[in-house]
C-alpha cells in the first residue's frame, strides 16, 4: 500500500507545483466570507506555484520560513474549511503531505537575524544539556 506521503516522494517538484492548481475547493454555501476563502486559497496555490517554478529547490535546499508559513496556512485553512462546511479537504491533505516532503529537505536560513536567533537557541540548549539534534 502506497500512501501519498510515499507517491509524492518521487514527484518532480514542477509537477508537485502543477497539481497544486488543479485543487477546487466549494462551500455550502456563498457569501463574502466563503467567497473570501476562495480568493485566498486562489492566492496561496499560486503562491505555492510561483515558489516552485522560480526558486532552487532541486538543489536539495529550502527556505525555513516557506515551511512556516506552509504549516500556519494549513492550520488557518483547517479552520476556516471546517467553519464554513468546505467540501475539498484533498488540499489540505495535499499542503500537509508537502510539508512533510519539504521537512525532509535541508532548510536553510535566508536573513541574517534569523540565523543568529537559530544560533542561540541551539546554543542555549546545548549549553543546559539538552541534545541538540
Given at each position: 500500500m502506497i500512501s501519498i506521503n510515499d507517491s509524492l516522494e518521487q514527484e518532480s517538484w514542477d509537477y508537485l507545483a502543477q497539481i497544486t492548481l488543479s485543487f477546487t475547493v466549494e462551500f455550502d454555501s456563498d457569501n463574502y466570507k466563503t467567497r473570501k476563502i476562495k480568493k485566498e486559497v486562489e492566492m496561496i496555490k499560486r503562491a505555492i506555484y510561483d515558489h516552485f517554478t522560480n526558486s532552487s529547490i532541486e538543489s536539495n535546499y529550502l527556505n525555513s520560513m516557506f515551511l512556516v508559513k506552509l504549516m500556519k496556512t494549513i492550520s488557518k485553512l483547517e479552520a476556516s474549511f471546517s467553519e464554513n462546511n468546505a467540501r475539498g479537504n484533498e488540499f489540505i491533505i495535499f499542503?500537509?503531505?508537502?510539508?512533510?516532503?519539504?521537512k525532509k529537505k535541508k532548510l536553510i536560513i535566508d536573513k541574517p537575524f534569523e540565523r543568529v536567533k537559530e544560533f542561540n537557541k541551539l546554543k542555549s540548549l546545548s549549553e543546559n544539556g539538552h541534545r541538540v539534534f
Open positions: 499542503l500537509k503531505s508537502l510539508a512533510n516532503r519539504i
